[in-house]
Structure formats: C-alpha cells, structure tokens
C-alpha cells in the first residue's frame, strides 16, 4: 500500500488547476495516504520545498484559477546536479509516488525523472491549448476558449459600432484550437492556424467582400500562424482595402486566468481523483485523461502534442458560416 505522495504543478498555469489539486489531496487523505505538495514544479523538488498537505489546505480553492502550489518551468532539472537532488530529496522524503498537473514538456521531465529513481508518476494535462494526446480536453482549455469567446463578443460590439476590422490573435504556438472553436463560437469572418494552410489570396477576396456585406469583421489568427501573427495580418488586409478601419487586438495571458467553468471543474476533479486511485494501483508513467466519457491511461511516451490537419470539411464550415 502506498503510503506518501507527491504533486505538483508544472508549466503555464491553467484554470482547474486548483481544482484538480483539491481532488488529488482529498482522495489521498481519504484512503490514509500523506500528501506533500511541492512548490513551483520541479524547483520544489530540488530546493526541497514543499507543503504537508490537509483537507483545511484545498478547502475554497475549487473556484479559483491559477494553482495555489505555484507553477514554473524548471531548466535546472533537467542538468545532472538538478537531478540528482530531486533524486535525493525524494528519498530523504519517502516519496513513492507523484502527481503532475502540467503539459508534455512536464511529463517528459517524469520521463527521465523515472530513470533515476523507482518512483510511480502519473500526470493530469494541465494547458491551455488543448494540444496533448490522450485526452478530449486538457484541464484550462475549457474556461480559456469561454474567455476568448466572451472578448470577442465585446470587440464585436465596438467593431459594428464604427465599421472597423478586428484582427484577434489568441494563443495557440503550435496548435490553434483555442482558435478554432472560438472563431466557431463567436461568428468571426476569418481563421487563420497553424494545422491549415492559410491561402492569403483567398482572404484577400473575402476581405473585399467584406466591403459590401459586413459592417463588421472578426479575424482570429492563433500566435503560432504561418501568416506572422496578428500584426502581419493586419497589415495585409491593410494593403488589401487601403481605407478599412483596421485594430489588432493581442489577448494575450488574460486567456490563462480566471474562474474554471463548471466542465473544467468536474473534469478536473475527475482525472486528479483517478490520478490517485491509479497510483494505488500500481500504476506509473501515465497520463489520466478522459476520452468519450471514459477515463483512460495513456502512458507519457505517447502523450506528445499533437499535429493534425484541419478537416477540409471544418475549413469549408467556417468559410460558409463567416461570409
């Protein structure tokens, strides 16, 4: 029986964090198991700085965005000295198991973190951009594209109010799913990602359309585009219609905070308890994720981000519903 554990938050921080956090800690505690949470992700392994974890510790944090463990990205854990005393801490500790709440770059750091030390690791998919395998949605994804969706709402009240064209860049360096599904939600009349190729000749034509048809217009480009970002958009369809009122609007880290929505509560709740149920079970090196309603494991080697196309049915959609 596993008798102490450890968890963390690594990465950027994610809405549901929190709530993730409060799951793993109530559900170790009810099965008799102690808890240390460690603070600002790997660098609280190494610096040995952690929390004794109660029940009064996660109590009225289910509602907060952020992490209450702090989070960072740890380059000193991945040097040899770096390893070697997080190796050690978590002996002196009596650690036999981890739960890390973060991203791909997090889960490779468990990776090679186990190859130093018998310990059971198992992570819960803490981003924003929704861009790992072996999960529907990653804890933050949720809350962020509501975020997206409700700023896009507003700048679509000042856009048809002086006849101006916004070009919105929201986050997403390799994956534009926080684009996708908020141009979707929010009715805008462009999208540009990283997973399609962007035919700016196309957007040209539509951008002159826009002219006649639109009093409005709503372009959502994700960081990572091919196109350059939201600026060098901006400064095409500049050149495109010389006289178009033209703003550009970077939301930036206003899409990683903010209250989880209900959904990101629930699933959040969801993997961080099974996180621990897994390790009981002798589980180790593996993501929790629900797919289709079924919580499944999806050992970290596999868990990479994922590179897709855009369906060319999704592509057609969007054109159709945005002219």
């Known amino acids: 029986m596993i008798k102490r554990i450890g968890i ?12 993730c956090i ?23 392994i190494i610096d040995n700085q952690y929390v004794v974890m109660q029940r009064e510790s996660v109590s009225n944090i289910i509602h907060r965005g952020g992490t209450v463990l702090k989070t960072a990205r740890s380059p000193r854990f991945m040097t040899p000295a770096g390893m070697q005393q997080a190796v050690n801490n978590l002996q002196q500790s009596g650690v036999e198991g981890l739960v890390i709440i973060g991203g791909d770059g997090s889960f490779r750091g468990a990776v090679e973190l186990s190859k130093h030390i018998d310990i059971k690791i198992l992570g819960c998919a803490g981003t924003i951009d929704n861009d790992l395998v072996g999960t529907d ?38 994956a534009g799913l926080i684009a996708l599904r908020t141009a979707i939600a929010s009715g805008a009349e462009a999208l540009l990602v990283p997973e399609m190729h962007n035919d700016m ?27 350059g970002g939201a600026y060098k958009v901006a400064d095409y369809i500049k050149s495109i219609v010389p006289d178009f009122d033209m703003r550009v609007t970077v939301l930036g880290h206003i899409q990683r905070g903010g209250s989880p929505t209900c959904m990101e509560r629930v699933n959040a709740s969801v993997v961080g308890y099974h996180a621990v149920k897994g390790l009981m079970e002798g589980r180790r090196n593996e993501l929790v994720g629900i797919i289709n309603r079924e919580v499944v494991y999806t050992p970290f080697l596999k868990t990479v981000k994922h590179k897709e196309t855009l369906d060319a049915g999704m592509e057609e959609m969007i054109r159709v519903l945005g002219s």
């Open 8 to 19: 963390l938050t690594s990465g950027g921080d994610a809405p549901g964090m929190n709530a």
């Open 137 to 174: 949605y990653t804890i933050g994804y949720d809350t962020a594209i509501n975020t997206v969706t409700d700023a896009i709402d507003k700048l679509r009240d000042t856009a048809e109010s002086h006849d101006r064209v916004f070009v919105v860049e929201v986050m997403g360096r390799d």
């Open 201 to 227: 000749a196309l957007l040209g034509e539509r951008v002159r359309q826009w002219r006649k048809t639109k009093s409005s217009r709503i372009v959502v480009v994700a960081e990572g585009d091919e196109a």
């Open 22 to 44: 409060r799951a793993v800690v109530r559900t170790a505690l009810y099965n008799n198991i102690e808890l240390l949470g460690y603070l600002r992700g790997y660098d609280g």
